[in-house]
């Protein structure tokens, strides 16, 4: 079946350290991937995304790029700040379907 | 300004008296769904509709009635409440095409007595 695993949380950082979050999938086709943010207190918004194999997504600093050898995709940040402690989603959706498929979430904490 | 809203935000209750918790977006999204976050577990599909009076099972339904009267609106119903149904539920919505850039409500935190 379709799956997400990321590395198990919780992450705690401090400010302008750099961050990393795994996350592998498993599927059927060629899905697009996604990450998702979770402030406190909030619904999920969606941070990046990518389409297809080798496509780099961007947003607020934050990178990933979409490896189809390792089937992985991986969030960057180069130096992270307070204002980024949140919980942070890696999702897939299988081409044609629609539903999201969630990895377990990695709650991050930066420390000032 | 675009968003989802999911009310109520909190909600106490006990096992057995049913509940609904509303879902509105003002998006015109075909596409709407409800997820249950558990921890460890992250975001499980509890329905989902792809328009109007079409909607399906996701992951995990045992438990959870849903309707599409109206393209806005996706209420979620629990006729019957039980404990192992304690969990923060989310609404999100969609256009119906290959970007499905879903939007979510800010969650509805259910306590099942």
């Known amino acids: 079946g379709n799956s997400v695993t990321q590395m198990e949380g919780p992450v705690t950082l401090s400010e302008e350290a750099f961050l990393t979050i795994n996350c592998t999938y498993t599927?059927?086709?060629?899905?697009?991937l996604f990450w998702y943010v979770q402030y406190p207190g909030e619904g999920l918004q969606l941070l990046l995304k990518?389409?297809?194999?080798?496509d780099k997504g961007s947003n607020k600093g934050f990178e990933a790029t979409y490896r189809k050898e390792t089937t992985s995709f991986h969030l960057e940040k180069g130096s992270v700040q307070v204002s980024d402690s949140a919980v942070y989603f890696c999702?897939?959706?299988?081409?044609?379907?629609?539903?999201?498929?969630f990895g377990q979430g990695t709650r991050l904490t930066i420390n000032p | 300004e675009a968003q989802v809203t999911q009310n109520p935000r909190y909600l106490i209750t006990v096992t057995g008296k049913k509940l609904t918790v509303t879902c509105s977006q003002n998006m015109n999204h075909e596409y709407m769904s409800w997820y249950r976050q558990d921890p460890g577990l992250g975001l499980r599909q509890i329905y989902y509709?792809?328009?109007?009076?079409?909607?399906d099972k996701g992951d995990v339904p045992e438990g959870y009635k849903v309707s599409r009267k109206e393209k806005r609106n996706f209420p979620l119903i629990l006729e019957s409440p039980s404990p192992n149904q304690t969990s923060l539920y989310f609404c999100a919505s969609s256009f119906g095409d290959r970007t499905n850039i879903q939007y979510f409500g800010a969650g509805t935190r259910l306590s099942v007595l």
């Open positions: 999702a897939l959706r299988i081409q044609g379907a629609q539903k999201l498929v």
């Open positions: 509709s792809m328009n109007v009076e079409v909607t």
């Open positions: 599927a059927t086709g060629y899905p697009s």
């Open positions: 990518a389409t297809k194999a080798d």
